[in-house]
């Protein structure tokens, strides 16, 4: 049977306190040697300043501390450790770290660093076959990356499988249709709260809030088939909103979309971000997502060109040259 302090006397309940102060005061000096020796294998297994070698992590989800150094323009990538006020260290952030990926002995993705924080709209553009959607895959857990890190508000989710990405708020909607045709919209969507919310009634009421929200309520008892293709991204996107995620990645979303219905997926994108919500796009289509994102990184042949804004991006010589 346990006991509680105020059953103590004063003496032995200030004895029970002092224990307590020097237990918490001991945790704090262990967990200060464990990250000191997790930062000295960082250290020493990093081939460069800026370059992690991504050891098997001592705790999946353990934010580590850490100083940054200037990748482009840009604080991105780590080389030593110390205050957690950097891009990718704090709340708010999804981080990717010098990460690498080869096929077969070719190399796909080389070194690709990027961040996107809350509320904000990035770009990953380049032509078919820079490497975009195999980032895409590695961010989601997909695929697992050769080498480099991917952070998700401070936290180390390198190691941790697609699932518990997806519970902790990555949400991802590739480019092929990824809703369930035989379902009525409404069904596709209850499909998603039926795990993520609890109680019939809460459901029903996030169902009807989702629907209302994206304009697809006279659609409900719609077969997802007989949707269009701007119908169908709106059914996809409340349904991944279903799983109230922090980020979402979006694969090549104007693809197989009419010309008038670009327009309406540009909204749908500025609504995310209106939520909260931080947004990576994928696209080859430069027009339309530059006018859309916040900012923009380039990849060609698996490598960050640069990152910038669209004026940065259009005014950039190299840049014109090999994709514009």
């Known amino acids: 049977m346990g006991v509680s302090d105020h059953h103590l006397d004063p003496e032995s309940a200030s004895k029970l306190s002092g224990k307590h102060q020097q237990l918490d005061q001991d945790f704090d000096e262990f967990e200060f040697d464990l990250n000191h020796v997790f930062a000295e294998e960082l250290r020493e297994t990093a081939k460069e300043p800026g370059e992690i070698a991504a050891p098997e992590p001592k705790d999946a989800l353990k934010p580590i501390t850490g100083k940054v150094t200037r990748y482009r323009s840009r604080w991105l990538s780590w080389s030593g450790f110390g205050r957690r006020n950097k891009v990718g260290q704090e709340e708010g952030w999804l981080a990717v770290e010098n990460i690498g990926k080869t096929y077969k002995r070719r190399p796909v993705v080389r070194g690709v660093s990027l961040a996107v924080r809350r509320g904000e709209s990035v770009g990953l553009l380049g032509p078919n076959g820079a490497g975009k959607t195999t980032v895409f895959y590695i961010i989601t857990g997909l695929i697992a990356a050769d080498y480099g890190q991917i952070r998700l508000d401070g936290h180390d989710i390198t190691r941790l499988p697609m699932y518990r ?5 990555i949400g991802y909607l590739p480019q092929e249709a990824s809703i369930f045709r035989g379902m009525t919209v409404e069904d596709n969507i209850r499909s998603v709260l039926e795990v993520t919310v609890s109680g019939r009634k809460e459901r029903r009421r996030e169902l009807d809030s989702l ?3 994206f304009n697809i309520e006279k659609l409900r008892k719609v077969p997802a088939i007989a949707l269009s293709g701007g119908e ?5 996107i409340a349904r991944a909103l279903a799983s109230k995620p922090s980020f979402m990645l979006l694969d090549e979303p104007f ?3 009419d010309p008038i219905a670009v327009g309406d997926i540009q909204n749908l994108v500025r609504h995310l971000t209106a939520r909260g919500i931080g947004v990576l796009i994928t696209d080859h289509n430069v027009r339309e997502t530059l006018g859309l994102i916040d900012r923009a990184y380039i990849i060609h042949s698996g490598e960050v060109l640069m990152e910038g804004t669209a004026d940065d991006i259009v005014a950039n010589a190299d840049v014109r040259r090999l994709y514009l």
């Open 211 to 213: 629907l209302e929200e």
């Open 165 to 169: 990405r997806a519970r902790l708020g």
């Open 232 to 236: 169908r991204r709106r059914c996809e």
């Open 255 to 257: 693809a197989g979309i």
